[in-house]
Nanobody, 123 residues
């Protein structure tokens, strides 16, 4: 299984970006998928998770109401729409997928990882 993340960039505070994560090698059925982020000098932190079917989603409090996780099953691609971006959202963003249906909020809950895409929000 390979995950390819894209869509990062530089944006001003208050702006928006949409990250994509294309999966190849398998379809995910009802498996859980997620986005994490890691800022310099900090641990990787949970951002959002969903069951690939889209039936359930879960967000970190810091992004709730601003970020939306979704998927296009036909394209085997997941997305993270990020609105009202803040400087503290600056990080490398990683997509991840599990072989289970559990929407874990820790990295150890995921078995497949994308390479990361940089998001920088200027003030």
């Amino acid at each position: 299984v390979q995950l390819q993340a894209s869509g990062g960039g530089l944006v001003q505070a208050g702006g928006y970006l949409r990250l994509s994560c294309a999966a190849s090698g398998r379809t995910f059925g009802r498996s859980a998928t997620a986005w994490f982020r890691q800022a310099p000098g900090k641990e990787r932190e949970f951002v959002a998770a969903m069951k690939w079917s889209g039936a359930s989603t879960y967000y970190a409090d810091s992004v709730k109401g601003r970020f939306t996780i979704s998927s296009d099953n036909a394209k085997n691609t997941m997305y993270l729409q990020m609105n009202s971006l803040k400087p503290e959202d600056t990080a490398v963003y990683y997509c991840a997928a599990s072989s289970t249906t559990v929407m874990a909020t820790t990295p150890r809950g995921y078995h497949y990882w994308g390479q990361g895409t940089q998001v920088t929000v200027s003030s």
